[in-house]
Nanobody
């Protein structure tokens, strides 16, 4: 079994910073794309940012220039550095990863449990 465990959420004032981490563990052959999603109360889950195994990234327009995604392939970990936080960034943030557990096996879509980020005005 593969698990994604997130950490780093919390309460911060507007303009502040937080860094989220998501570590994958279990039987892992390779990890393709990794991503961060978020879901605010009463809203649908949305893609925040995504990074491929080669390091290519893309961001939602609402976070461009403020958030940075990175990954450490040796540690099977993805990070989200969030700067200049705004109250509208308040949401539960979820880690997502496309994981292969063997050379010939399929790719599985795995999610973390979510971590709360609250930005006060």
């Amino acid at each position: 079994q593969v698990q994604l465990v997130e950490s780093g959420g919390g309460l911060v004032q507007a303009g502040g910073s937080l860094r989220l981490s998501c570590a994958a563990s279990g039987t892992i052959f390779s990890i393709n794309a990794m991503a961060w999603y978020r879901q605010a109360p009463g809203k649908q889950r949305e893609l925040v940012t995504r990074i491929t195994s080669a390091g290519s990234t893309n961001y939602a327009d609402s976070v461009k220039g403020r958030f940075t995604i990175s990954r450490d392939n040796a540690k099977n970990t993805v990070y989200l550095q969030m700067n200049s936080l705004k109250p509208e960034d308040t949401a539960v943030y979820y880690c997502n990863a496309h994981i292969r557990t063997s050379y010939t096996g399929p790719t599985y879509d795995r999610w973390g449990q979510g971590t709360q980020v609250t930005v006060s005005s």
